[in-house]
């Protein structure tokens, strides 16, 4: 099974911008499609974006639809997130996942692989 690792988050005012990474280990990560999820405290994680294996084609969330971007680079295993005209509605931990049948579903029990999450704070 992947494994994965997120980097990237931080603290940032409104409307600043921030670059997540996602890099994978232990199987090459172009055989999976990927998505970012988050989780506020006490909430439910909830699906941000995901990409196909090729990252011909995404599926964004719309509460971030046209301030996140999900990217991906196949060459060094690794997935992006984009974050612009960040609010404080996005504070969460962000998560990487995996989904070995290729597919950008939003449905949080298809993906494996987890990281830890990266922690990003979006002050007012």
Known sequence: QVQLAESGGGLVQAGGSLRLSCTA???PFSGYSAAWFRQSPGKAREFV???????KRTNV????????????????????????????????????????TGLTTR??????????????????
């Open 25 to 27: 280990f232990g199987r």
């Open 61 to 100: 969330a719309s509460s971030v639809e046209g301030r996140f971007t999900i990217s991906r680079d196949n060459a060094t295993n690794a997935v992006f997130l984009q974050m612009n005209n960040l609010k404080p509605e996005d504070t969460a931990i962000y998560y990487c996942a995996a989904d070995p």
């Open 107 to 124: 449905i949080l029990a298809r993906y494996e692989g987890w990281g830890q999450g990266t922690q990003v704070t979006v002050s007012s």
């Open 49 to 55: 974006a995901a990409i196909t294996r090729s990252g």
